[in-house]
């Protein structure tokens, strides 16, 4: 079956500009996450949604980022004023409940220049 | 503060050899340690962990948890070239939804 999708597979930016981050949770799974991870670092947690409970946002590196997931499910990870150190490889996951193995998606890869 | 932490930082080893890469954490009402692997962009899956143990195994690749001395084990054995990548441990807790991540082992197998 179809497993996660995130778009755009690679996205370069200004300085300054917003871009936006789109995630497909694989169908039926209620929870899903936003990481990134940066060169040299492993994944670092963004946010994390459960069901129609309020998001966990407590990974956000700052109040440029934020996220939406609307009808539990297609998410979209937002950055305003993009900065040089937002460039990362931003991966999304779904899994069917929380505590249950996550299926990532392939990652969008951002670059702001 | 809660963390997880992985050893060595970096492993480079030949091809037929065993190596064993350990996670240790500190996390606030345990849940889980899962194991991922992670080559170019998306980590897969490898395991999770939840009780002392009980070694869970798939193919050449094993792992156990000690929640007594809070950490976990992943073994590879007879290591291919196609096992080079970043290995990921990850923590969850109960009450807290994060997931905390340790830095990664990054294995290099050689021919």
């Known amino acids: 079956g179809a497993g996660v999708s995130q778009s755009p597979s690679n996205k370069v930016t200004e300085k300054g500009k917003d871009v936006e981050l789109r995630c497909d949770p694989i169908?039926?799974?209620?929870?899903l996450y936003w990481y990134r991870q940066s060169l040299g670092q492993g994944l670092e947690f963004l946010i994390y949604?459960?069901?129609?409970?309020?998001?966990?946002k407590s990974g956000l590196p700052s109040d440029r980022f934020s996220a939406e997931r609307t009808g539990g499910s297609v998410s979209t990870l937002t950055i305003q004023r993009t900065q040089q150190e937002d460039s990362a490889v931003y991966l999304c996951?779904?899994?069917?409940?929380?505590?249950?193995?996550?299926?990532f998606g392939p990652g969008t890869r951002l670059t702001v220049t | 503060e809660d963390k997880v932490v992985q050893s060595p930082l970096s492993l480079v080893v030949h091809e037929g050899d065993t190596v064993t890469l350990n996670c240790s954490y500190e996390?606030?009402?345990?849940?889980?340690l899962l194991w991922y692997k992670q080559e170019k962009k998306a980590p897969t899956f490898l395991f999770m962990l939840?009780?002392?143990?009980i070694e869970k195994k798939s193919g050449r690749l094993s792992s156990i948890l000690d929640k007594k001395e809070l950490f976990s084990i992943l073994n590879i054995t007879a290591t291919q070239t196609g096992d080079s990548a970043i290995y990921l441990c990850?923590?969850?807790?109960?009450?807290?939804?994060?997931?905390?991540f340790g830095a990664g082992t990054r294995l290099t197998v050689k021919p």
């Open positions: 996951a779904s899994s069917l409940v929380t505590g249950y193995e996550q299926y």
């Open positions: 939840t009780s002392s143990g």
């Open positions: 169908s039926g799974h209620t929870a």
């Open positions: 996390v606030t009402n345990f849940r889980s």
């Open positions: 949604f459960q069901g129609n409970s309020a998001p966990d």
């Open positions: 990850a923590v969850e807790g109960w009450e807290d939804n994060d997931m905390r």
